[in-house]
């Protein structure tokens, strides 16, 4: 999941839980506002089979034009490797730095403004002299 | 500073509940809640002589509605060898109309439920257990111990493809007064939608 130079927000959701899509419209917005700054949004569906075309149609929905990923085997499993002191309480979302290295886990949904005071200074710490121009216009404002 | 302040409140933000450790006692075992019957229910008065289940479950989780045949099966039928069940909903009516009392009421009765299904009106019960989501099951020994918390079984999905009835499995131990073979697992539901903390005041004297 590492993406060396980016900041990574990798979130496990589903189609059907209601704060996730609650959510989604202020995570769109933040990747929308933050992708040219190095932002990345991994989306992961814990949709069930049976619900997966649902989740297809929401993502369409939400103008998601990128690729996004659906769980495979043993939910147990990706549980696990997704953050092993995570309950499994959708949505979740871990933030990996530039380096790849974990950041931070957030469990349950957040709003734009929670998600930015996240973001923004991971994007930051490429040091001052390198922060894009609308980024540092966002942070004094 | 300002970098400082925006680490720290980002940590705040992550830190997780407390969720009850294995040999735990039950926690706010006599609150009161409303059931679908109309009437107030503790857990303390629908704890079995072998041992005791709670669910936190609502109507609207599609986590939920995969597993609550399943779940109201393993309630009302261990229900009869002496361990007492629960069910429990602690997420905020106001925020999803489907959990309302009065849905409550009709998913009860189409579910064929037979133990209480409860309104934590506050909350504080779910928080007290450290519940982060529904459906997630916490079962006691006859003690009144923690002995299991987790999913249910391995399959959402499919009942048919269940290849590890979890908490069956856990039911039958301490219902033969044997510890549970597998303690903790985990599984996938839908956050806790929990009712703003209620702060009160008291006039100065």
């Given amino acids: ?141 | 500073m300002k970098g400082t302040l925006t680490m720290l409140m980002f940590s705040a933000a992550l830190t997780s509940p407390t969720v009850l450790d294995l040999g735990d006692s039950i926690p706010m075992a006599d609150v009161k809640m409303k059931n679908v019957d109309g009437n107030q229910v503790s857990i303390a008065q629908i704890k079995g002589t072998k041992g005791t289940l709670v669910v936190f479950t609502c109507n609207h989780c599609p986590y939920v509605k995969a597993w609550e045949e399943r779940l109201t099966e393993l309630a009302n039928s261990f229900q009869k060898e002496g361990i007492g069940a629960i069910f429990i909903n602690s997420n905020d009516p106001a925020r999803y109309e489907e959990d309302s009392y009065e849905n409550m009421q009709t998913r009860a009765a189409k579910l064929g439920l037979e133990v209480p299904y409860v309104v934590d009106a506050t909350s504080d019960v779910a928080r007290a257990f450290g519940a982060t989501k529904t459906p997630e099951v916490f079962l006691f020994d006859a003690a009144g111990k923690l002995v299991y918390r987790g999913a249910v079984d391995d399959n959402a999905e499919n009942p048919a493809g269940v290849t590890k009835t979890y908490l069956k499995d856990a039911l039958a131990a301490i219902a033969a007064g044997r510890v549970p073979p597998l303690q903790q697992t985990k599984a996938l539901g839908c956050t806790i939608k929990f009712r703003a903390k209620t702060i009160k005041f008291r006039a100065k004297e």
């Fill in chain 1, 1 to 141: 999941m590492s993406k060396h130079g980016k900041v990574v927000l990798a979130q496990a959701w589903s189609s059907l839980c209601l704060p996730c899509q609650e959510e989604f419209p202020d995570l769109m917005r933040l990747y929308r506002e933050f992708a040219p700054h190095g932002l990345e949004l991994v989306l992961i569906s814990a949709d069930l089979q049976a619900w997966r075309e649902q989740a297809r149609t929401f993502l369409a929905g939400q103008g998601v034009d990128f690729p996004a990923f659906s769980t495979t085997g043993s939910l147990e499993a990706f549980i696990e490797a997704f953050d092993p002191a995570w309950s499994g309480s959708l949505p979740a979302t871990l933030v990996l730095g530039q380096n790849g290295q974990r950041r931070g886990f957030w469990p349950g949904a957040a709003t734009y403004e929670e998600f930015r005071k996240v973001v923004e200074p991971l994007l930051g710490e490429k040091g001052p002299e390198k922060c894009p121009a609308p980024l540092a216009a966002a942070r004094s404002a």
